[in-house]
């Protein structure tokens, strides 16, 4: 699966901006999506995640209520729509694919960075106080 991150910028706090990731290479609708973010000096964090038919979506509890994840299978993109952004929201942000295993969906599993096979290149949100 080959991912390709778009929509990152600057924006003031408060604002909003929405990412999207476009996949490509096998069956989009078999692989649980996540969003990552990671600022400078810190490590990779899990912000949100879908499984593959969109039905069931997770989210850390910094972005809950803020952030949503959605996905289009039909046109092979998951997106990330971020409102009321603050400045601590300010990282490279990630998409990543992982195989769809529903026995996992309930549990911490898709929260771990190193459970994600296939990566994005970031692109990079800033935002200003």
């Known amino acids: 699966v080959q991912l390709q991150a778009s929509g990152g910028g600057l924006v003031q706090a408060g604002g909003s901006l929405r990412l999207s990731c476009a996949a490509s290479?096998?069956?989009?609708?078999?692989?649980?999506m996540g969003w990552f973010r990671q600022a400078p000096g810190k490590e990779r964090e899990f912000v949100a995640r879908i499984t593959g038919s969109g039905g069931t979506k997770y989210y850390a509890d910094s972005v809950k209520g803020r952030f949503t994840i959605s996905r289009d299978n039909a046109e092979n993109t998951v997106y990330l729509q971020m409102n009321s952004l603050k400045p601590e929201d300010t990282a490279v942000y990630y998409c990543?694919?992982?195989?769809?295993?529903?026995?996992?969906?309930?549990?911490?599993?898709?929260?771990?960075?190193?459970?994600?096979?296939?990566w994005g290149q970031g692109t990079q949100v800033t935002v200003s106080s």
């Open positions: 290479g096998r069956t989009f609708s078999n692989y649980v």
């Open positions: 990543a694919a992982d195989r769809a295993l529903p026995r996992y969906y309930s549990s911490s599993y898709y929260e771990d960075v190193r459970k994600y096979d296939y």
